[in-house]
Each structure stands twice: as C-alpha cells, then as structure tokens.
C-alpha cells in the first residue's frame, strides 16, 4: 500500500515510488507540486493503475470528492505520487468513460455531477415542526449585516497588508497591534470623549471577551460582587458568575440606572453600566448619576465598567459622551467593531485605568491571544484614512430613517409606545399589559424573531412593563419592509 499526501516534499520518495516514471515525477515536482491542488489517497495492490482508480471511486463514493470538485492534472498527481503521468492520465480517461468523472478542454478533470456519494436517507423528524423558521428578524444586538463596506475594507486591508512589518505576523504583543491603539487613542478622544492613552489600550476580541478578562482580574484582586442593571444581557451575568462574582441588581427608570443605590450593595467592587444608551430600555444616564457612579467608584476603591457598545449611533440629541471622561482612573470603557462593522471581525477594546493595564495585559496574554494582527492592522488603517467615519455617518442615516419608519408605522395604536429611540439600533415599543408573550408568539407564527423584555429582566428585579425590544438595525436593506409589515400584523 501507498499512502501519499499531495503535499510530499521535492525529491521525496513514496513507498511506491521508485520504478515507473519516478525521473519524470521528480523533474515535475518542483513546479507542478506547487501549483497543483492537494489529494489524499491510498493506493493499494500491486498495479498503481487499479490502485489509483479504486481509491478515486473510494473518494467519490464516500463523499470525500464531491460532484464538481476539480481533480490534480495528471502532471501534478503523478509528480506528488511518484509515478508516471501516463498512469495517471490512463487512470482518468477511464474513469471519465465509466462516468465517474468528466473532462473538458479549459476546466480540467472533475468529479461527474452524477457521481453522487452513496449516504444513507436522513431520519425523519420525530415530531413535526409546531412553528414557522423565522422569515424576518428583529432582535436586538446586530447590525445590518448587508451594510459592511467590503470594498473600502479591502482597500484598507491591501494597504495594511502592504505597510505590514515583519513582526506583525508573529506572536506579537497580547495588549494588540501599536497601530490600532494609536489610531483608536485619537478617534476615541475625538468622537467619544475618552482619555485613551495608546498604552492603556488592550486590543481584545469582542465585548464579552474584554468583560471575561476583566472578570478574571477582579476575582484575582478579591472582588466578590459586580453591580448590574435591572435590565440587560443575561450572558453578561453568567459570565461573571462563572468567575466567581455575584451580581446584584440595580433598578433602572426613565432617568437609568439608578447608581444612588451603589452604597447599598454589599460587597460591590464593581459596577457594569451602559450608560450612553442603556440596554435595553433604551434611556440615556442622567448627568447626576453618572457623577454618583463615579463618586462611589472613587470613596469605595471600586471601579465603573462602562459598556459603550452603539454610542455612534445617535439622532435627536447631542452627542452623550463616554462617562470615562469623568475619572479615567477608575472608569474601564469598554468598546468594539461589532454594531458599527460587524461582530464577524471579532474585535474590541478596553481602555484602562493605569493600574489595570499589566494585570488585564497578563491574563490575556495567559489565557487567549486572540485578534488577528492582519485584522487589527486593517481597522488601524480604515479609521485612519477617514473609511470609518464615512461609513458610520452612512449607517447612522440609514438606522434613522429606519427608526422614523418604525415610529410612524406603530403611531396609529393607541395602546402601542415606542421609547428609547434617541440613539442606538433599537427601540422598546410598550405593549397593553398582560400580552407580551402573546405578541412574541404571534410574531413567531409570522415568521418574524422578536425579542420581550422580560427575556433581559434580572432574576431579583421585580416585574417590568410589557414590552417589545425591537432591534431596527439587523435586517437588510431588502427585507426591512417585510419584517416591520410582519410587526405590525402581530401586535394586538
């Protein structure tokens, strides 16, 4: 038996190798092995011809080689197996008239579209679908996903990749590139109101990721409780609690989160707040109390987790700025790609208090190097050459006239109230008490996925309102007629 890779050195031998055609093969591999495309087979028996036809029916039959999928030239196979091209070339032009491949002038050899695998037929469904797959969806926390600017992204990344020093494609530092800090030091200061000194910047790979590494430090450092709101993700607890820390509720009303309420929390090292546009009720934190949040940070040695995750999506009011302009020594800002581009590119930041830089430094670099250097060098050259805000400017358009659509559909029901619509990608439209879960049912059997506010409700909080969190930003451009029609038939 032969078991050859098709990524076999230059002048190495297979078992089978020597004898027929292995001068002819070794003359090739030096150019046709590398433009060649790579195939695993195993021949078997002693005739390399019926070895190699009987293992590419094999890879056929099993599924391996789908229908379409292009073959090695008979030069490049022979140079990888060691054998002779005329082998290989016989082997094809045989299975090609026994219809298990296809040759043609231009495209090269390929599996036959009727050369399916032999699979067995998939069970059926134990019991019959009892909903609708969702057509159209409105959940909170995306973005318009058809909306990333794949060409200006690609003009960055070749410019990127072009500038690139040698070290980038290495290990690298754990806190991230030197560019991307440096440009987002000056873009946050500009446009959020950050003090972000670039060497208190840590490149992390998303939100959750930046809050599990601050979890981490903070169970290292003795913290028993991280203060949350009433309303949020409920992932966001779990994580903390898997590090060890209790989350106790803070109650949220029209003016957010009420930090008044901090002194009163036993135990709470930290406090997690998202205060530019609170999640998900949508309300900007009151001045006051942004100075509270603070002020306890300050008398208690605690620190504020300031999540910033759409503040550049705002519309009818003034630009809210980052509360980590208060106290950036006790205030972590936390910030990503995720609703401004798309969470795909898997990249964050946390700007920090300078005593937290080596700790969160060191557990990130212990646990999960993560963000691609090649994509953190892109996004340092997207905000740069003025890419990013030209398409934020774009988005933030588009996001408003969504937000007005949706208002004006819903402005006809008395019983219907959108709130939470100054800023952001969602709005919380109040339902007629008692008919939340019916409505999200309805809007199932539309085919429309919509989130409740109780999905968000922390287990101590007492009941809210009913109520819809409706995410405007995630569907495209050519479905958001659709969902917002599916909306609206579902509400009562």
Not at 237 to 265: F, H, M, N, W
Not at 339 to 362: D, F, H, I, N, Q
Request: glycine content about 10%.
């Amino acid at each position: 038996m032969t078991d050859s890779w098709a990524n076999t050195a230059p002048g190495e031998q297979p078992g089978e190798g020597s004898g027929e055609g292995s001068r002819e093969a070794r003359r090739a591999s030096d150019h046709h092995t590398v433009l060649g495309t790579d195939l695993h087979l195993e021949l078997r028996g002693p005739h390399l011809r019926t070895g190699l036809m009987d293992a590419l029916r094999e890879a056929v039959r099993t599924g391996r080689l789908a229908p379409g999928a292009r073959l090695p030239s008979s030069r490049s196979l022979a140079a990888d197996l060691g054998i002779a091209r005329n082998t290989v070339a016989d082997a094809y032009g045989e299975l090609v008239a026994e219809g298990w491949l296809t040759a043609q002038q231009g495209s090269g050899t390929r599996v036959a579209r009727r050369a399916t695998p032999r699979t067995p037929a998939p069970a059926p469904p134990r019991t019959r679908p009892t909903r609708r797959r969702a057509t159209y969806s409105l959940l909170p926390g995306a973005s318009d996903l058809a909306g990333f600017p794949r060409a200006q992204w690609l003009a960055a990344a070749r410019r990127a990749l072009t500038d690139a020093p040698q070290e980038a494609f290495g290990y690298g530092d754990p806190g991230g590139r030197p560019e991307l800090r440096a440009v987002l030091a000056d873009y946050l200061a500009r446009a959020r109101g950050v003090y972000a000194a670039p060497e208190r910047i840590v490149i992390c790979s998303g939100f959750v990721h930046g809050l599990a590494l601050l979890g981490t430090v903070l169970r290292a450092r003795g913290t028993r409780a991280v203060a949350v709101e009433a309303y949020g993700l409920g992932e966001h607890r779990k994580l903390l609690a898997d590090a060890g820390i209790r989350t106790p509720a803070l109650s949220v009303d029209g003016y957010g989160t009420r930090t008044q309420e901090l002194p009163d929390v036993p135990g709470a090292g930290a406090v997690l707040l998202t205060p530019a546009h609170q999640f998900p009720l949508g309300v900007a934190l009151h001045p006051d109390r942004r100075a509270a949040a603070v002020d306890w940070a300050r008398v208690s040695d605690g620190l504020v987790l300031e999540d910033d995750y759409d503040g550049e999506f705002r519309y009818d009011r003034q630009p809210v700025g980052a509360v980590q302009g208060l106290d950036p020594e006790r205030v972590v800002y936390l910030g990503t790609a995720s609703k401004s581009l798309a969470p795909g590119l898997r990249l964050g930041w946390m700007v920090l208090p300078e005593g937290l830089v080596a700790e969160v430094t060191a557990a990130k670099g212990e646990s999960d190097w993560a963000s691609s250097a090649l994509e953190q060098l892109t996004l340092a050259e997207f905000v740069a050459s003025g890419a990013y805000d030209r398409h934020v400017r774009s988005m933030r358009l588009r996001y408003r006239r969504r937000r007005d659509q949706l208002v004006e559909a819903l402005a006809g029901r008395p019983d219907i109230r959108v709130t939470g619509i100054a800023a952001g990608l969602h709005a919380l439209v109040e339902l007629p008490p008692g008919t939340e879960r019916s409505v999200v049912e309805s809007a199932a059997r539309q085919g429309l996925a919509v989130s409740g506010l109780a999905r968000f409700r922390h287990e101590s909080a007492p009941p809210g309102p009913d109520a819809l969190v409706v995410g405007y930003g995630t569907p495209s451009v050519s479905a958001w007629a659709g969902a917002l029609e599916a909306l609206c038939r579902a509400l009562p």
